[in-house]
């Protein structure tokens, strides 16, 4: 029998498991995928996005509250989730813009905050990691040093010579960034919108988004996941100080985002398993050499260089 595929999901606040590849997510847990999320802040500086949760009692105990969605959206998504311990930058504003607070996660040394994420990928074992973009995905300093701390986990924990008190080496095998945000996803959107007769929120923004084919080819792994986008919908609800039910986010009816773009998109960007994009599975090349491998013994011999 093979064992279960394993996919971790590495976010840089609660919420962010619920508004990037969620629907993907929902889609592995029902095929019977082990999901972990690792979010690596607690949102402890984030801001309140739900006019009805502005108020000073949410606000004095923001960072229970937050884990208390968490909790929630876990359950909805049916994931494992895991905190890195690391306390939230915030969004700086202003012009200078002012320095990183003390101690927060986008102020630590890259090899110093990638140690506890080395230590769960070596215990967990992910076949597949994802984190965001080089910019983040937006430029939050928590989102930029995700990224970087989840590709420095990537690289060193298959090798022995790197933080050798974290536990055994594992190298997962694929490393994807999400693309939720390129502007061809907004064009079939609002398209779609004015197809049924409906007001498209997209139009202003889109006069404005010069077409960017470049970035556009960096999408390598479409996951069909259209039938998966109401959990998505409630994960994200549970985020409730984080999203407003009136809001922008829900401006758009779920049957136009599931005819308009069925997919949740991202880009491989490390592979050690043989696979030939365009993917429409996050596990293509994967699945192949599991079938092969060995139970206990499944990075001896299969794995190429
Ligand atoms: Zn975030």
């Not at 847990?29 to 972990?36: F, I, K, N, R």
């Not at 970035?215 to 985020?239: G, N, Q």
């Amino acid at each position: 029998m093979a064992e279960a595929l394993r996919l971790m999901h590495v976010h840089a606040h609660p919420d962010d498991e619920s508004s990037k590849g969620a629907a993907s997510t929902a889609r592995y847990v029902a095929e019977g995928v082990d999901v972990l999320v690792v979010t690596c802040t607690g949102g402890e500086r984030g801001s309140i996005l739900n006019p009805n949760m502005d108020r000073p009692d949410v606000l004095a105990n923001i960072t229970d509250i937050r884990r208390q969605e968490m909790d929630a959206a876990r359950e909805i998504l049916g994931v494992r989730q895991e905190w890195l311990g690391f306390v939230d930058s915030g969004f700086p504003e202003g012009d200078p813009l002012p320095p990183l607070p003390d101690g927060c996660f986008a102020a630590q040394p890259v090899d110093t905050a990638a140690e506890p994420l080395v230590e769960i990928v070596r215990r967990f074992r992910p076949h597949v990691v994802t984190t965001y973009d080089e910019n983040g995905g937006y430029p939050h300093p928590d989102h930029v040093m995700c990224h970087k701390v989840t590709v420095a986990a990537f690289d060193a924990a298959g090798d022995p010579g790197r933080y050798p008190d974290s536990g055994a080496p594992w190298q997962p095998m694929k490393l994807y960034y999400h693309h939720s945000f390129h502007r061809q996803r907004f064009v079939a959107l609002h398209e779609e919108m004015e197809r049924r007769g409906l007001e498209s929120p997209y139009a202003e923004r889109l006069a404005e988004w010069k077409p960017d084919p470049e970035w556009d080819r960096r999408v390598t792994t479409k996951v069909e996941c259209a039938e998966y986008f109401p959990v998505r919908d409630k994960a994200l609800l549970a985020h409730a100080t984080q999203i407003d039910p009136e809001g922008p986010w829900f401006a758009v009816p779920l049957e136009v985002h599931q005819a308009a773009w069925p997919t949740e998109d991202y880009e491989l960007v490390r592979s050690v398993v043989e696979s030939d994009p365009p993917e429409t599975d996050l596990f293509a090349g994967v699945r192949e050499w599991a079938r092969q491998a060995v139970p206990g013994h499944e990075q001896t011999a299969t794995l190429p260089e």
